[in-house]
């Protein structure tokens, strides 16, 4: 494996709201004199050597993916941060890999590398015909990164991100690798395992508390995907009333009397509803998509004036926003929206078009809570109501909507979590502004939970609050995998803050 140890002490994340002392950024690579297997395994002793030199040293190390987090989930304080992007190579699996027990098709499996944007992922399975099931708003995270934070995605039928993973590679000690997968699934045959010259963990609890672990379970070298055949979307964004009859949607998504909505009462594969705060009396902004079979020579989407794409969510135009005098914030919200929020219809583009990689404008926090969507029509007037009061709030709310996820901390644990999105100017005012909400919402006993990769509030109360016995599950499993040396090196202030640093 190549090794440039670049020197860098300071460290900034990709959203630009924080800065990290650190004690080194190395680029990582794969030897390109070697083939592909023999690269991929190089690399894996690579791994263990720097596990391995960080025990000794007693300093901290962590992999890192795009820096697309808000919170400091990825740093190493004072420690070693690993630039894993560069290791992108992707695996076919051929019929031999697979055990005769796989339950899908060997043909749409792929082993992709940690270090794999979303986008190169897309990119490489479009020229196979091929899409992911699903991905986030955006295309810039890696696929470690993205599984790894529990992203939520845009299909509400299909799951999160971490959902579509059949199998881990995951490097846990200087001396041990494991292939994990669930014993409920198993996917991949002897041969496959001789050919990563590791070791087969197939255990259910293991896996689902390895999906969404924030890299702290040691190194995830490799995540197997399943895909699907490429496919279409048909998109549409349009003004709606933000009536009982739109709220009743949202809070049961059952589409059977939508007759409104642009494809009538077919169900979509993507909805999602913003709100202005500051002009409900124009209604809600409603975005539907839905999946069509692919066909050649349709016309890719087209980016409005603004630069903004269908697929775009409000960190692609609220760092526009700044901080300002809170009486003249209704009137900015306002006309920001005017020009970033433009209704469409029927745009056509694959996946990776339609949710293309997005270009960001400016400083902003993003914060995003899941709640069961039954809940929806109260939490909204609950934060109507406290931005009279504790507000103005300088951004809109946004919800979208994803079923339950299997990973043990996954945050969309409800039956069908609606993902509220508070996406604000970079400010004092809009910190304040969530934590007066949060305890707004414990105060009223409504269930929630924090997206891990946004601006958040945790410490182990509240997750224990919000997860109960998964959250000792998840620390008993962190504690089964890893040995005591290698916890500590994958420890960081953020999962010591959190208590989920816990040895048992």
């Known amino acids: 494996m190549k090794i440039i140890k670049t020197g860098t002490t300071s460290w900034e994340n990709k959203h630009e ?81 697979v055990t005769p027990a796989y339950k899908g098709d060997p043909t749409k499996l792929f082993l992709a590398q940690c270090g794999n944007g979303v986008w190169e992922l897309s990119r490489f399975l479009k020229s196979r015909y091929l899409s992911l099931k699903t991905s986030g708003a955006s295309n810039g995270q890696t696929i470690a990164g993205l599984t790894a934070t529990g992203a939520h995605g845009s299909a509400f039928d299909v799951g999160a991100a971490q959902d579509f993973v059949t199998g881990l590679h995951i490097i846990v000690s200087p001396t041990r690798h494991i292939w994990l997968e669930r014993a409920s699934n198993p996917v991949v045959s002897a041969s496959f395992i001789n ?47 933000w009536d009982d009859s739109l709220r009743q949607i949202m809070q049961t998504l059952d589409f059977s009397t939508a007759a409104k909505l642009p494809c009538g009462t077919e169900r979509p594969y993507h909805f999602a509803v913003q709100i202005n705060p500051y002009d409900l009396d124009n209604g809600a902004y409603v975005t539907t998509m839905y999946k069509r079979p692919y066909h050649e020579g349709y016309t890719p989407p087209v980016r409005n004036t603004a630069g903004l794409g269908p697929g775009d969510d409000a960190p692609c135009f609220i760092g526009r926003l700044t901080e300002a005098v809170p009486a003249l914030v209704p009137a900015l919200v306002n006309k920001l929206l005017a020009g970033a929020l433009t209704p469409y219809t029927k745009q056509f583009g694959i996946l990776s078009e339609i949710f293309d990689n997005t270009t960001l404008h400016g400083k902003l926090l993003s914060a995003a809570i899941g709640i069961p969507i039954q809940q929806i029509g109260k939490v909204t007037q609950l934060l109507l109501d406290l931005n009279k009061t504790a507000g103005p709030f300088s951004g809109l709310f946004a919800y979208r ?45 409504i269930p929630f939970t924090f997206h891990w990769g946004k601006v958040n509030e945790l410490d182990f109360g509240r997750i224990k609050k919000m997860y109960g016995a998964d959250a000792d599950a998840w620390i008993a499993a962190r504690n089964r995998l890893l040995d005591a040396d290698t916890r500590r090196v994958f420890t960081n202030a953020t999962l010591q803050k959190w208590g989920l640093d816990q040895s048992i």
């Open 17 to 97: 709201t924080f800065t990290q002392q650190i004690k080194d950024l190395y680029e990582l690579g794969n030897d390109p004199m070697l083939g592909p297997l023999a690269a991929y395994l190089d690399t894996t002793k690579g791994f263990q050597n720097l596990i391995a030199d960080a025990i000794a040293a007693k300093t901290p190390i962590r992999a890192l993916g795009s820096a697309w987090s808000w919170t400091k989930i990825a740093t190493a304080e004072s420690g070693i941060l690993l630039d894993t992007k560069p290791l992108n190579m992707v695996f076919d699996i051929s019929s031999q890999s």
């Open 195 to 241: 050919n990563l010259q590791t070791e087969l963990v197939r255990d259910d609890a293991l896996f689902n508390a390895a999906l969404v672990s924030f890299g702290s379970f040691g190194i995830i070298h490799g995540i197997m995907i399943e895909t699907e055949d490429i496919f279409l979307l048909e998109a549409y964004m349009s003004r709606m009333p």
């Open 401 to 445: 909507f994803i079923k339950k996820s299997n990973a043990t901390l996954a945050f969309t644990r409800f039956d069908y979590t609606c993902v509220l999105e508070l996406d604000a100017a970079f400010s004092d005012a809009t910190y304040s502004f969530y934590t007066t909400a949060w305890k707004m919402l414990e105060d009223q006993g």
